[in-house]
């Protein structure tokens, strides 16, 4: 049997994680913290690029990695412009649409930039990323927001929610293609996506305006009254931006992002807690019954999944609602280190073959919108 050595580097926005996985089997597994003194010394996300990946190859001497061994480097894929699903290679394009944060700023973007510069110093290694958050697979009638000057963006956990699905797949003796799947990903953003026979056909964007608010994001509002806010209090933009994104959520009912904080208090009966829990899940739940008529009702199973689906309380009050549409399976939590990882090892194996970052495999149903 061969055996691939796979690099994964996962970058987020307070921490690194890095795996080394031989085949399927994980042999190092770290989460390297930042601290947030040393970040601030950076005005941009990609001037974090070498004080990161400085810090993954130490952290890889310290463990004794043979680099030389790597066959295969998938970083965490970024705000590129819309694609189609899949594992791609990391081309000067790519490059440059990382840098210059085409799509806004994420430390996800780094992942990219960092798996092509280590692989550019080892003797056989290639550099990839795998089902980043903006892969759109939309039907052309999902696109349409009402207004023709807004268009509707595919942005959610495609790695996580393709991992999944390809997980609960595998479990049936089936292919992935052949099922209908609702998924919901519950973490500090939630997407719920309507998974027809291997394609994402509809998906809120999860990243900042639509779907279920989250422990840290607002999701949908009515905007009426969002927009007699912005102009009657005079809030300056950034500010609106924070209170979508990053201030909205639990953070704006409760000053912490901490879903299990608010779970404990709701389970010691803070009945504030309680209804701003079952509220969230009541809007995942609603989320889902939307998205099983985009699947005409036919549906092979709703898989809750990402932090919160460790939740009991979110996952039987999400159960109680929409379990009458198919069943309900949990996925708790996420392993996107593993997800990167298979898909370089199905590079290596030559299950798949990796995708070029080219017009060819981009998609055209959507502009790239500076601010997403």
């Known amino acids: 049997m061969a055996y691939h050595h796979i690099l994964a580097i996962n970058p987020g926005s307070t921490s690194t994680k890095v795996a080394v996985y031989i085949n399927n089997k ?53 705000l590129v412009k819309p694609i189609k699903s899949g594992t791609y290679n990391i081309n000067e394009e790519m490059k440059k649409d990382l840098q210059t944060s085409i799509l806004g700023e994420h430390a996800s973007n780094l992942g990219g930039l960092i798996a092509d510069s280590i692989a550019h110093t080892l003797p056989n ?65 939630i997407s719920v996506g309507a998974h027809k026979q291997g394609r994402v056909i509809d998906v809120n964007q999860a990243l900042d305006g639509e779907g279920p608010f989250s422990p840290e994001r607002t999701g949908t509002l009515p905007v009426g009254a969002l927009v007699r806010l912005c102009y009657e209090e005079d809030i300056p933009y950034d500010d609106v931006k924070k209170m979508i994104k990053g ?30 829990q079952d509220a969230m899940s009541y809007q995942v739940a609603k989320e889902i019954g939307a998205m099983s008529t985009v699947l005409l009702g036919e549906v092979d199973a709703i898989i809750l999944t990402g932090g919160m689906a460790n939740n009991p309380m979110v996952d039987e009050y999400i159960k109680k609602m929409v379990s009458y549409i198919a069943p309900v399976v949990i996925y708790p939590g996420e392993d996107e280190m593993h997800a990167l990882a298979m898909n370089g090892l199905r590079v290596l194996k030559g299950e798949i073959i990796a995708k070029d970052y080219t017009s060819e495999n981009m998609v055209n149903g959507q502009t790239p919108d500076q601010e997403n």
Do not use: C, W
């Not at 892969?135 to 207004?147: C, F, K, W």
């Open 26 to 78: 994980i042999i190092f597994l770290k989460s390297i913290p930042h601290n947030l003194e040393d970040l601030k010394q950076f005005t941009k996300i990609s001037d974090q690029f070498e004080y990161r990946r400085n810090i993954i190859l130490e952290e890889l001497k310290n463990a004794h990695i043979e680099l030389d061994m790597i066959g295969a480097i998938v970083g965490r894929g970024g």
């Open 247 to 276: 201030e909205g959520g639990f953070v704006a009912y409760f000053q912490t992002n901490n879903a299990y904080e608010i779970e404990l208090m709701a389970d010691g009966g803070d009945e504030k807690a309680r209804l701003i």
């Open 125 to 189: 290694a290639r550099a990839y990323i795998a089902d980043p958050v903006v892969v759109d697979e939309l039907e052309d009638v999902a696109r349409i927001s009402g207004h023709p000057k807004f268009h509707r963006l595919s942005i959610f956990h495609a790695l996580n929610q393709k991992a999944t699905a390809r997980s609960y797949a595998r479990l049936l003796n089936k292919r992935y293609e052949d099922l209908n799947l609702i998924i919901a990903h519950m973490g500090g953003g």
